[in-house]
């Protein structure tokens, strides 16, 4: 063969495939619906990649579309370790990537080891208060400790901040608000609040840590509205177990409201937020003061002195499968769980090896209405506030739509397969907003067969091959009680919607691990207590870490009433 042809047809080659920068759109399937990029490719090699479409968490996915997607970027691969805590949005990204480049006809490079963006941190440092957990207690403690004039320091185990208060609906109840007075609603009070929370929590909750709680409530939420900056509906959920419509409803009817303006006001304060950081070990004085944390990052031991205290919001261990086990095996391996993968309680681990005293431990709850997929929580749950019905395989009702959260979930367990499903109409989609303001949820779950829309009861009751003779006697049976207003079967304490015409959605709902009630104990001044129920000089805890306030059972909204006016007391209390 003639060597110049042989130069010749190399160079032809090579400046066609110079030429052949392209972009290429690959799609793939997030936590929130479809993810779609953009990817640029010349000579084979990732250019750029554009996010064209996401309904991820905003927080929670910010590191996968900016670390993950430079990672991506800088090795021309998609085969790289997933930002921890988002693991799906993760692999949506990776995915979308792969589907652009086969498009394309580019092959990616095999599996890397990306080396991590260190933080520049001095191994030891010293600060008035330092605050482990960047969830909702974390955030309500560290800034109230700052503006009550204290340095503080905020330490994250995960890349993102948030936590479980990141993927709640993050409602909060609160007993006079300014909102019930706005729609009229008469007759609620602050001890009417207690009330509800101790029976709710079958009267094991501390009545003292309690009564403080609902008494500040509204303070707390004022705070989080008027120095925070959440918005709040005008609008109220009637959650299970309360007395009076009194749950507040942030804006976007999730966590991320909060946390997003929660790290707006973190970093106007200047309060350090630091990721990547485990919290390892409470250090004490000679004389058992608490004046301290030892954490590790990428192996390296760091040492934050703090010399008026630490706080712990480093939330429950829903997600700790063999510490469930261990407390209560009936919530062991056969339950998913709603909670974000950093819920593995070394809060509570690392203050018992301090002394700390623990209470509740065995009292688990579960979310009645979960993705029977993942475990997460359905969002679009919040119809069964304003009138969807629960309806068993058999097309029958079996429990009141408002009851405790506990009562449903064992009902639903008892109930044919384990699950059950949820029917609304447009009248309880349009008041409680579930389809609105969930549009995520509903592309992923109509995708995943969990979700159906319906123009008819028949197709609904087809769909999920529930006996339709069955489903419409029930519904008759509903429109009758919500014409008279009174439920005769289960006495639900809302008034039903009538459910004669479409259009109709129904989801299946499996209980999933949601809520850890045991915890630390502590005062009402956030203490954490020791064996004999004395504090520990230096030690507060905030939130679902502690277990001395809902008893055997959580009431829908609490958490975040909790969180917020805990958070707040551990700040100032730590501060002094």
């Excluded at 340095?151 to 019930?180: C, D, I, R």
Aim: hydrophobic share 40%.
């Amino acid at each position: 063969m003639n060597l110049k042809k042989i130069i010749f047809s190399t160079a032809l080659v090579s400046a066609t495939f110079a030429s052949m920068a392209m972009t290429v759109e690959g799609t793939s399937v997030g936590k929130h619906g479809d993810v779609t990029v953009a990817v640029t490719f010349d000579q084979g090699v990732i250019k750029n990649i554009d996010v064209v479409k996401s309904n991820e968490n905003p927080v929670l996915a910010a590191k996968v579309f900016t670390d993950l997607k430079t990672a991506i970027i800088e090795n021309n691969s998609a085969d790289i370790d997933s930002i921890s805590g988002a693991t799906v949005s993760s692999n949506a990204l990776k995915n979308a990537v792969k589907q652009a480049a086969k498009k394309a006809s580019v092959t990616l490079a095999d599996s890397v080891v990306v080396t991590k963006r260190v933080q520049t941190i001095p191994q030891n440092s010293t600060y008035d208060v330092v605050v482990i957990g960047a969830g909702g207690a974390g955030f309500s403690a560290a800034i109230t400790a700052k503006d009550a004039g204290s340095n503080v320091v905020l330490l994250e185990k995960m890349p993102t901040v948030g936590g479980n208060s990141l993927v709640s609906g993050a409602e909060m109840a609160v007993a006079g608000n300014w909102v019930q007075k706005k729609l009229g609603i008469e007759g609620d009070s602050v001890e009417l609040h207690f009330q509800d929370t101790m029976k709710g929590g079958d009267y094991r909750g501390d009545p003292q840590v309690v009564r403080k709680m609902v008494e500040n409530a509204l303070p707390a939420a004022l705070w989080v509205r008027d120095e925070i900056g959440v918005e709040f509906r005008d609008s109220l959920f009637f959650f299970g177990g309360h007395s009076k419509k009194r749950s507040l409803i942030p804006a976007g009817a999730t966590g991320a409201d909060f946390i997003q303006k929660f790290s707006v006001a973190a970093a106007k304060r200047d309060i350090p937020v630091i990721t990547n950081m485990q919290a390892e070990k409470l250090i004490q004085n000679e004389q058992g003061r608490v004046v301290g944390v030892q954490a590790t990052q990428n192996g390296k031991i760091y040492r934050f002195e703090a010399k008026k205290g630490v706080i712990i919001a480093t939330g429950g261990f829903a997600a700790n499968v063999e510490m469930r086990t261990k407390v209560n095996p009936f919530y062991g391996v056969n339950f998913k769980t709603t909670n974000m993968p950093g819920a593995q309680g070394e809060g509570i681990m690392m203050a018992e090896k301090v002394g700390a005293k623990t209470v509740n431990l065995e009292l688990i709850q579960t979310y009645p209405m979960c993705d029977p997929n993942s475990g997460a929580i359905e969002l679009i749950d919040d119809a069964r506030f304003e009138g969807a019905i629960l309806v068993n395989q058999e097309g029958k009702r079996f429990v009141e739509e408002l009851e405790r959260r506990d009562v449903i979930s064992k009902a639903i367990l008892s109930q044919t397969g384990k699950y059950c499903y949820a029917l609304f109409n447009g009248t309880i989609a349009e008041r409680s907003g579930a389809i609105e303001h969930h549009q995520d949820e509903v592309e992923v779950f109509t995708k995943s067969g969990t979700l159906h829309k319906a123009e008819t009861l028949e197709d609904a009751a087809n769909f999920f091959k529930i006996p339709v003779e069955a489903l419409k006697k029930t519904v008759e049976r509903v429109n009758g009680f919500a014409k008279t207003g009174k439920d005769l079967d289960f006495n639900y304490r809302n008034r039903f919607v009538d459910l004669s015409t479409g259009p109709y959605w129904i989801y299946r709902g499996v209980p999933s691990v949601h809520h850890t009630m045991g915890g630390l104990k502590i005062n009402p001044n956030a203490q954490v207590l020791d064996q004999n129920d004395q504090p520990i000089p230096g030690l507060w805890a905030a939130g679902e870490v502690t277990g001395s306030t809902h008893g055997t059972n959580r009431l829908g909204s609490n958490a975040y009433t909790d969180i917020i006016v805990y958070g707040r007391i551990a700040g100032e209390e730590a501060s002094k």
